[in-house]
């Protein structure tokens, strides 16, 4: 066993070595930069210490060797990690990553984000997600050729402002209300369990009860990266979550009592998101999303199970969209506007394009807008 595990430690040093052989200097993107640098350093520091286990597992002469054996395995885990979410934007350096992130930092700039701005690659095998461990965004491989969900962008920066809240010293105000927003939640549900059980109610409608809040521990971060988005983006965010609803969305009223649901349904972040859209002072945006959306949520009827009114109650989604919106403005984040949006000189700005090609999508005919969306993006290119 001590030869074979010396064979592995030598085996991942090697692949360390392959993968950082993999980021292609000089780099085509500067944007690209900080990520290169974080994985550069992370496999520096996973050579070091495997080459340090190397040593120490060499001097140990029948001695118990299974301390090694984790950390030998803990390296392999962060080195597969940079493998899989790390290298493969800096290896591939395509235009259309090199556009993305150009994107992105101009994101990152428009609505005063204070941290660098996370990475993007377009080599995702799903939807958008993010990966904390390398802060890369992942997108669909086509995105860079479409606008319409690529509001999303600002959904997944909502997950890095999650992550960086607990470090960052100008995000203080989004920590503290967000751990009020869930303060809220538990309150609510203390008060409807005291009523139930005042009123005898039955068991599994107590133990419902308590599963749907124990599902907030997630909801609650969905629901912020949503607000996150709304309120940096505006509209453009409401109409692609309608969007990606109707092409994608099983059930818009999901619940889960036994099992684990990460997301909150789609019916709850749409209603979350015209408390938002409110707010900001976009209601007749929002009168019109939510006409939308009543047509489209007739596809799905309205088959809710009887734990549903339990689940997302429309007191605390209110109380939720006003601490997060308090919170962004004392952070000091650029929020929508209709004076924003409207132009005011700065038609690069990207959530004015992403809001115009809302706008242009229901004014114009398919493939009009589609030629409309083609010029608009290869101006963004040249630009």
């Given at each position: ?6 064979s ?13 052989k ?27 210490i ?53 994107l ?8 005063k ?6 990475t ?5 095998g799903?939807?958008?997600y ?6 890369v965004i ?6 860079p050729?479409?606008l ?14 999650i ?13 503290q ?18 009523n ?11 133990m419902?009860?308590?599963?749907i ?22 509209p ?63 596809f799905?009827g ?10 997302f ?24 506007s ?24 229901w ?21």
């Amino acid at each position: 066993m001590r030869a074979y595990l010396e064979s592995i430690i030598l085996e991942q040093i090697n692949r360390a070595e392959e993968l950082k052989k993999k980021i292609h200097y000089p780099l085509k993107y500067p944007e690209l930069s900080g990520l290169a640098e974080r994985c550069t350093l992370i496999l520096d520091e996973q050579i070091n210490i495997l080459r340090e286990l190397k040593r120490e597992l060499q001097s140990r002469e029948n001695c118990d060797i299974r301390d090694i054996f984790r950390e030998v395995r803990l390296c392999i885990w962060e080195i597969s990690l940079l493998e899989y979410y790390g290298i493969p934007p800096l290896y591939l350096q395509t235009p259309d990553i090199g556009f993305l992130n150009k994107l992105m930092f101009k994101i990152h700039q428009e609505i005063k984000l204070p941290f660098p701005p996370p990475t993007v690659s377009c080599t995702s095998g799903e939807y958008y997600y993010s990966h904390p461990f390398t802060n890369v965004i992942f997108v669909p491989l086509a995105e860079p050729e479409f606008l319409l969900h690529m509001p999303d962008l600002y959904h997944e920066v909502g997950h890095h402002v999650i992550e960086n809240m607990k470090s960052e010293l100008r995000l203080q105000p989004i920590k503290q209300n967000y751990l009020l927003a869930f303060s809220k939640v538990t309150e609510y549900y203390s008060r409807i369990l005291v009523n139930k059980r005042r009123d005898y109610a039955p068991p599994d409608i107590l133990m419902a009860i308590q599963r749907i809040h124990s599902q907030w521990k997630d909801w609650i971060e969905e629901f912020f990266c949503d607000l996150f988005a709304l309120y940096t983006l505006g509209p453009a965010y409401a109409w692609s979550h309608l969007h990606l609803t109707t092409k994608k969305s099983n059930d818009i009223y999901e619940l889960h009592i036994l099992q684990k649901q990460t997301h909150p349904s789609d019916e709850s972040r749409m209603r979350i998101l015209m408390h938002a859209l409110r707010n900001l002072g976009f209601a007749r945006e929002a009168d019109e999303i939510q006409s939308r959306w009543f047509q489209v949520a007739l596809f799905w009827g309205n088959n809710t199970v009887a734990e549903y009114q339990y689940a997302f109650p429309d007191e605390v989604l209110g109380e939720i969209a006003e601490l997060v919106l308090d919170a962004m403005r004392a952070a000091g984040f650029s929020l929508a506007s209709s004076e924003i949006l409207s132009g005011n000189g700065q038609e690069t700005e990207i959530r004015i394009v992403l809001n115009r090609a809302w706008q242009k999508f229901w004014q114009l005919q398919g493939h009009e807008f589609r030629e409309w969306e083609k010029s608009c993006i290869q101006s963004m290119r040249d630009s």
